[in-house]
Every structure is written in structure tokens, then in C-alpha cells.
């Protein structure tokens, strides 16, 4: 049996931010990182660019060998997380091995869901979560004149422009009537598939497909819950995500959504932690726990999980998620940080209302819409307007009173907070 002090399962942003954290207080103590990629780390968020070409597979590791060589990292690649025995400290791979731990982060990330649209399973279609499935997706596009996207979150949006610049006739197929749901508001979002469309991107919002056939070696014919048929010759799954967590069964960690984890990454089984997507915490402006899913959120809680396995003294707890999301289509920038909507549920009593400033130039492109709670921030989005994600995310988080600035903010935003900042950070 293998044996390792520290044993993290996952190579991206939780996982290294794990590994920073526990190797500031504890440099020498073994310590394992055991991936089912096949390459060094890199960050899910550049795999359009390597679609796209912009991106080399070969120059977006997010650490090279050298540094895993520095902070005696043992990388493993290639090999999947099978089972966890609790009770005995150890694990077994996909390929029979065993592992002995004293502390297991679990930061296995997450996975595409293939939805259950008859004729699917037998057609050719690619999906985007890995670097190897960018390397497809880019193979793929390279032989092809059309493509079908289905789904309009970030990776069917990212995937449809790089095929679309790429020279590819593009249909998006959405089953909400928006595009990015859960990141925008209708408004916003309908600045945002106005810009594809102008770009030749058919869209194809409040519809599904009903069926799906294959033609050829590698296209598709689909069939829409209105009658309509469209042909393409590339079929990109872009419906969603779901945590990695099936090694989860029989072991006694609790999971729900993903795994349940406390205010410090940990699981309800000793020595064991969870962290970014994977992980199902604290909501941040509610009692519940969720799976947020993002980068930020990722990085936080990694950074937290590394810190309470080694017993870090300047370990705090999480605060919960706050989803934040930078997203560029055609050269803008949208931004939605929090809340997007006044539907959120606040927990909020009547002296703390909700209210909502909203500025709107359609000829310029520009969207602000602000929401507050009180006088605190609940949430923030934007589109081709100056804001700062990280900064509004910390007047979320750190629920900064702004009575005294809150005409100034609307007005100027990125400003007024970079100063508030300035004047709180800690």
C-alpha cells in the first residue's frame, strides 16, 4: 500500500491552492496529488483559447514540473479516485492501487452532463471540460463547416463564438429563454445574444431537442419540441455540470448535490475535506449549502481546506458563495458578481429591503444594474461598464456599509470601490 501524509485528489485551482497552503506550514511532510488528466495543471477558464487557437496545450499549465519539484509534490497523472475507506484511512485507484492517508482533500472537480435525448448516446458529439476535450473540439472544428451547440451557459457561449470565428456556421439550441441564466437578467442577456446573432450565430432560445440522429461519420440531424429540424456537422454538449462524487458510495461521507462540507472544507468523516467543485457549502446569503461552481469560489475554498489540514493558526472560516463571473463575447466584457435578481432569498426583514439602480445605453452597449440590501451590496452586473469583479465581490463578502457612498457608487462604481477598499482591507 502506498502511503502519503497529505493526499489531495484534483490538480486545479483548489487542489494548488490546497497545496500553497499546507506546504507554508508544513514543507517537508509527504504529499501526493493524484489526477485523472493526463497533463501538468491548468485551469478549466483557458480551454476556449486552445479551441480557439489563441492557446498552445502545451503552454497553459497553470504550474510546470519545476514547481511541483520545489514544494515536493508527488503528481500523479492518469488515474481516478474508485473508492474511500474512512475507517482505515485509505483509498483505492481505477487501477487497483491503494493509498494510506493522514489527511485527503477531495477536489475531484466535475464532470458534463450528457442529457437523455433519444438518438444521443449514438450520435458523435464533443463536450468542453477537459484540456483533452479542447484538443477535440479543435480537431474537430478544423473539419467541419457547421456546427449545433447545446446550451447557452459559459461553455456552450465560449464554444460557440470560437467555432463561429473559426468560420463554422453556429445554432445554439437553449431550453431557458436567455442566454447565461443564472448569471444575467433577461435584459442583460439579450444584449449579449444580440451580439451573437450580429455575428452570423443563430439562436434558438426556449427550445429543446427531442431527438437526435447521426449522419455520417460525425454529424447530426436534431429535431426541436416545435417541429423544426437542423443539420450540422458538429455536435458540441454544453447542458451543464455535475460534481465527480460517485467514489463517494458506501463510504459514509454525507453528499447531497456534491459533498457536504463545514465553514472549513471538512467532511462529516475525519481527515477528509472537500473543496471547489465538488464541494456542496455555505450559501452566502442563505442557511443553505450550495455547489457554486466558480473560479474564486474554487481558489477560497482550496485556500481554506490546505489551512485547516494542517492546522494553519490563521485559519477563518468560509464566508459562503457568492457567485461571481467574468465573461468576454466579441470583444465586450460582462461582469456579474452576487445577486442578479431581486428573487434571491435574502433572509432579509423589512427594514432591509431591496433595492435596484439600473442604467441601460443600448446604442453605447452599456448595462449597469445594481442591487442592494439596505445600504449593503447584494449584487452587481454589467456589461462594456468599468467595475472591478474581485473588489465588488469582497463589498459582498465583507458586507460593507455603504450609507454614506451609495450615490457616489451607482455613479461610479469601480471608484468608489476601489477607495472603500483601500480604507477596509485587512
Known amino acids: ?35 485523472r488528466d493526463n497533463h501538468l495543471p491548468y485551469s478549466p477558464t483557458v480551454l476556449p483559447y486552445v479551441v480557439s487557437g489563441r492557446s498552445q496545450a502545451e503552454n497553459v499549465s497553470l504550474k510546470d514540473q519545476r514547481y511541483l519539484d520545489t514544494h515536493k509534490v508527488n503528481y500523479i497523472t492518469g488515474r481516478s479516485l474508485l473508492s474511500i475507506a ?15 492517508f493522514d489527511k485527503l482533500l477531495l477536489a475531484t472537480g466535475a464532470s458534463p452532463i450528457i442529457p437523455a435525448i433519444p438518438g444521443l448516446g449514438q450520435t458523435p458529439f464533443n463536450v468542453l471540460r477537459t484540456l483533452d476535450d479542447a484538443i477535440a473540439l479543435r480537431q ?11 446550451g447557452a451557459g459559459l461553455v456552450g457561449m465560449h464554444g460557440a463564438e470560437n467555432l463561429a470565428e473559426a468560420g463554422l456556421e453556429v445554432c445554439i439550441i437553449e431550453m431557458q429563454t436567455q442566454v447565461l441564466p443564472g448569471y444575467f437578467d433577461p435584459q442583460a442577456a439579450a444584449m449579449i445574444e444580440t451580439a451573437f446573432s450580429q455575428h452570423g ?12 440522429q447521426p449522419l455520417g461519420e460525425s454529424g447530426c440531424r436534431v429535431e426541436l419540441d416545435n417541429g423544426e429540424t437542423l443539420t450540422a456537422d458538429l455536435l458540441l454538449v454544453s447542458t451543464g455540470v455535475k460534481p465527480v462524487i460517485d467514489y463517494c458510495t458506501g463510504s459514509g461521507i454525507d453528499i447531497d448535490q456534491g459533498i457536504l462540507v463545514d465553514d472549513h472544507m471538512a467532511t462529516n468523516r475525519s481527515n477528509i475535506w472537500a473543496a471547489g467543485d465538488v464541494a456542496q457549502g455555505r450559501d452566502f446569503y442563505s442557511s443553505a449549502r450550495v455547489v457554486t461552481g466558480i473560479l474564486p469560489d474554487a481558489v477560497e475554498q482550496g485556500r481554506i481546506a490546505g489551512m485547516a489540514m494542517c492546522g494553519d493558526p490563521y485559519l477563518k472560516a468560509y464566508l459562503g458563495g457568492v457567485p461571481i463571473n467574468t465573461y468576454t463575447f466579441y470583444g465586450q466584457q460582462a461582469i456579474s458578481v452576487g445577486a442578479s435578481e431581486l428573487s434571491i432569498d435574502t433572509e432579509a426583514d423589512s427594514a432591509d429591503q431591496s433595492t435596484v439602480e439600473l442604467r441601460v445605453d443600448t446604442d453605447s452597449g452599456v448595462f449597469q444594474k445594481i442591487i442592494f440590501k439596505g445600504n449593503q451590496l447584494l449584487g452587481i452586473s454589467a456589461i462594456n461598464a468599468p467595475l472591478d469583479p474581485g473588489i465588488m465581490w469582497q463589498l459582498i463578502l465583507r458586507r460593507i456599509d455603504l450609507s454614506g457612498v451609495k450615490a457616489e457608487f451607482v455613479a461610479q462604481p469601480l471608484e468608489t470601490g476601489r477607495r472603500l477598499m483601500s480604507e477596509t482591507w485587512r
Open 201 to 212: 450565430v443563430q439562436m434558438k432560445m426556449g427550445r429543446k431537442a427531442v431527438r437526435i
Open 140 to 150: 474537430a472544428s478544423a473539419k467541419a463547416q457547421s456546427a449545433i451547440v447545446l
Open 1 to 35: 500500500m502506498h502511503q502519503s501524509n497529505y493526499l489531495i485528489i484534483g490538480s486545479s485551482h483548489a487542489a494548488l491552492e490546497a497545496l500553497a497552503a499546507i506546504r507554508i506550514q508544513d514543507p517537508d511532510a509527504s504529499l501526493t496529488l493524484i489526477t
Open 86 to 100: 474512512p475507517d482505515s484511512s485509505s483509498l483505492i485507484l481505477d487501477n487497483g492501487e491503494q493509498w494510506h
